[in-house]
T-cell receptor, first 110, second 116 residues
């Protein structure tokens, strides 16, 4: 069974810092990997989608990489802002099921 | 991106009553929708996969007679929590998959259910 883990569970950084969130999965047989953002009490907002054949995707200050063979993905956030504070979830699509990571709670301190 | 809506956004009900939550894909057709439950400070747990025109597939441990799912059209799936109890209080989120090469999944804003 696919297991998705995210490290760290929580992270606090001062505004302006660059940061990296990590996601690992146990089975490399995935179709794609998605990074989401979740604000407290809200649903999920899709940030980036990486197909299994791709190595990275970029959107604005966000860059996500995928190393399928090692079962790892990273989400890089450049020049962090207080508005980036949220929980970040990664999820892999394997078979017909989405497997979610445990999430990283990010706080960007002004 | 594609938009998924949920209604209601929050509901408070008495123990023993039934609650229906609607999930709609607003600008695309979704042959498959998913229902998740999220407890505080935990990740999303898949409850069931809903396919238009057929019976839902439930995950292990999810009671199909308690959580009734109806996927009547390509844009609407409903989750009915029957005879709700306080332990059913949770955040329920639906998602719809955009069929095609990307298989990107879009999530609704969630419904907060509180059972008194």
């Amino acid at each position: 069974k696919q297991e998705v883990t995210q490290i760290p569970a929580a992270l606090s950084v001062p505004e302006g810092e660059n940061l990296v969130l990590n996601c690992s999965f146990t089975d490399s047989a995935i179709y794609n990997l998605q990074w989401f953002r979740q604000d407290p009490g809200k649903g999920l907002t899709s940030l980036l989608l990486i197909q299994s054949s791709q190595r990275e995707q970029t959107s604005g200050r966000l860059n996500a990489s995928l190393d399928k063979s090692s079962g790892r993905s990273t989400l890089y956030i450049a020049a962090s802002q207080p508005g980036d504070s949220a929980t970040y979830l990664c999820a892999v699509l394997a078979g017909n099921q989405f497997y979610f990571g445990t999430g990283t709670s990010l706080t960007v301190i002004p | 991106g594609a938009v998924v809506s949920q209604h209601p956004s929050w509901v408070i009900c008495k123990s023993g009553t039934s609650v229906k939550i609607e999930c709609r894909s607003l600008d695309f057709q979704a042959t498959t929708m998913f229902w998740y439950r999220q407890f505080p400070k935990q990740s999303l747990m898949l409850m069931a996969t809903s396919n238009e025109g057929s019976k839902a597939t439930y995950e292990q441990g999810v009671e199909k007679d308690k959580f009734l799912i109806n996927h009547a059209s390509l844009t609407l799936s409903t989750l009915t929590v029957t005879s709700a109890h306080p332990e059913d209080s949770s955040f329920y989120i639906c998602s719809a998959r955009l069929a095609g090469l990307n298989n990107e999944q879009f999530f609704g804003p969630g419904t907060r259910l509180t059972v008194l």
